[in-house]
């Protein structure tokens, strides 16, 4: 499994909210159309016959071939919106006419699997987020980047407070209190049955 950085602002177009709500990432360049079965020297004939050279060259070649061919299927995907980075899994390439006008047809289809804030990251994957190259390949482990302890959890678990057990049985044991005394005291009888119905969701779980 590989991690790679990827910008959201195929054609410098910002399209992150695309990118999650539809879950897919995209890089720009459509003018080279379909690429899918490409190797690094189609893409590199294709780029030439659209006047890129030298250094120009050398630098998209080396981006587009990243996202075309050097990306597989299970890799994972890094994309930084403002504090915080989203973690996904990349499909397959797929070229996507219906993207064309939006400068956004090289394609691959995204399962999301959590957004994670930029601090908690570590400096080598901070790094590899601070990268100017729409798109980038971590160069150390998978165990290096310390990825794997966000991938398998969901957002709202890496949220909750990493209190101790005695602290969260504390915690637990207040709320219960607080919810009997409302069930009990309360001089609303809405707030007493909410109260009620609370306390009784959490003695059951």
Known sequence: MKIFMLRSRPHKIERINEFLN?????IGWTSKN???GATKEDIRKALQ???YEGQSLSTT???VNAFVCTMKKGDLVLVREDDSVHIGKVGDYKWRKDFVEKHMAHTRPVEWLNKVPFKDLNASVQSLLKNIKTI???RETLDESEIEQYISKKVNEQLKPNLPIKGKED???NAIEILKDLANN???EHVRLEATKELLSVLKN
Not at 22 to 26: D, E, L, P, R, T
Request: proline share 0%.
């Open 22 to 26: 539809f879950n897919f990432v995209a």
């Open 34 to 36: 379909d690429l899918t």
């Open 49 to 51: 016959a659209d006047d």
């Open 61 to 63: 070649l080396g981006m």
């Open 136 to 138: 980038a390949q971590y």
């Open 171 to 173: 915690l637990l044991n």
């Open 186 to 188: 309360s001089k609303d």
